[in-house]
């Protein structure tokens, strides 16, 4: 039996959430606190699966109690169930609570919530990297593309599209980003897939809030990984995300786009997690896919098609993103065709095409690999030879 915590320093929240939830107590064993260092004693004592904290508390606030959770119990889920969060408050929360939910929340989407996160967790069960990856606060992000987001946000006016640009060229500041709009941080968030979109709807300020975190913690978020291999990686992600949108059909073309983007954000997991394994791995010879699952299996006990999917549904993305990402290196179907395959399917062209154009991130079968296709081929040095453009301008 999953254990739950709801930490609220309000009697009556607290009624109103055992009473609610009165029918989760043949599957949950759960405690109402009413401060946060009572819950940090209980949690001493038998620690939880998932805490749920209101943000405003006396003395302690949600964000420091999730913080405080993080440090000492980092597989814990962390939930913030609150009203309307100020932009000076984002520095607190962003980084420590996995997902974000209105106060008052409605009892189905507060279960679907909870549920959502305790599921993910048997996904990885038994893995002593699962409560690693559930610790990460921020995906590291290449030191140019913060020094070209600040300078761009410390213009007089800041241009919305060139801030998409810098986003969209950077897997770990895309994932974070999207984080944000995807929760109820923000009015309207969730579902949200375009980078242009989440920018309209969280605004520069909440972009800046988070250009600051980034910051404050850019020396222990950046992985410590020889050479270029980070602006490999973002060059990887972005070719792919342009011929996916190219290769899927028009329905799924944004769905795609978004996928392959943020497809390889788990090996910034291991990164971040394991250093000095991830390290190893990309020391080591692993010519086919089949053979860097099974190294990443020994080293970690997870693929990081598994972490990517796994840290991007505690974050709360859309199931159709995490889906694709949790299966992008499996092996391509071998078709080309401009706009007529399905999502999945032109993730795995698109990254077999960009895997013989750009320095390998992820590998291939070589027995499954794309072959060369003249028509293909120019389409990815027509992509290579264009300036970066945020999907809905440049598909």
């Known amino acids: 039996m999953y254990r739950v915590m709801f930490v609220d320093d309000e009697k009556a929240v607290l009624d109103g959430l055992r009473r609610g939830l009165r029918g989760q107590t043949p599957v949950w064993d759960m405690q109402f606190v009413d401060s946060p260092t009572r819950a940090l004693a209980l949690m001493g004592d038998s620690p939880v699966d998932a805490v749920v904290a209101d943000f405003k508390m006396p003395g302690m606030n949600g964000g420091q109690l999730l913080g405080a959770v993080r440090e000492r119990w980092p597989d814990t889920s962390r939930l913030m169930l609150s009203g309307h969060t100020d932009e000076d408050d984002l520095l607190g929360v962003v980084s420590v609570a996995h997902r974000f939910l209105d106060k008052p929340c409605p009892r189905a989407t507060l279960i679907s919530a909870i549920e959502q996160t305790l599921l993910l967790r048997s996904t990885l069960d038994g893995e002593t990297v699962r409560g690693e990856i559930a610790g990460i606060g921020l995906l590291p992000t290449g030191a140019s593309t913060m020094h070209r987001l600040r300078a761009c946000l410390n213009d007089p006016r800041p241009d919305l599209a060139e801030v998409a640009i810098i986003v969209e060229g950077d897997v770990g500041l895309t994932v974070n980003v999207l984080q944000l709009a995807n929760s109820a941080l923000f009015p309207g968030g969730g579902q949200v897939t375009s980078i242009p979109g989440a ?43 342009r011929l996916a949108a190219k290769f899927a059909r028009p329905e799924e073309a944004a769905d795609a786009f978004c996928a392959a983007l943020v497809q390889e954000s788990g090996q910034l997991v291991l990164a971040s997690c394991r250093p000095a394994s991830f390290q190893r791995i990309l020391s080591t010879s692993h010519d086919s896919a089949e053979t860097r699952r099974a190294i990443e299996l020994a080293e970690f006990g997870v693929t990081h098609a598994q972490a990517g999917a796994y840290l991007l549904g505690l974050w709360g993305f859309p199931a159709t993103i995490v889906e694709l990402v949790a299966h992008h290196d499996l092996q391509p179907s071998g078709q080309t065709g401009l706009g007529t395959q399905s999502a999945a399917d032109a993730i795995r062209t698109a990254r077999a095409i960009a895997h013989r154009h750009l320095a390998p991130i992820c590998p291939v079968e070589k027995d499954h690999a794309i072959h060369p296709d003249d028509a293909v081929d120019e389409i990815a040095h027509e992509v290579l030879r264009d300036a970066w453009l945020p999907y809905e301008t440049a598909a």
Not at 211 to 229: D, H, I
């Open 199 to 241: 920018l309209q709807m969280l605004g520069l300020t909440a972009i800046g809030s988070l250009a600051l975190l980034r910051g404050l913690l850019e020396p222990s978020t950046r992985p410590n990984v020889a050479g270029s291999w980070l602006d490999d990686l973002n060059a990887h992600a972005a070719l792919t995300a």
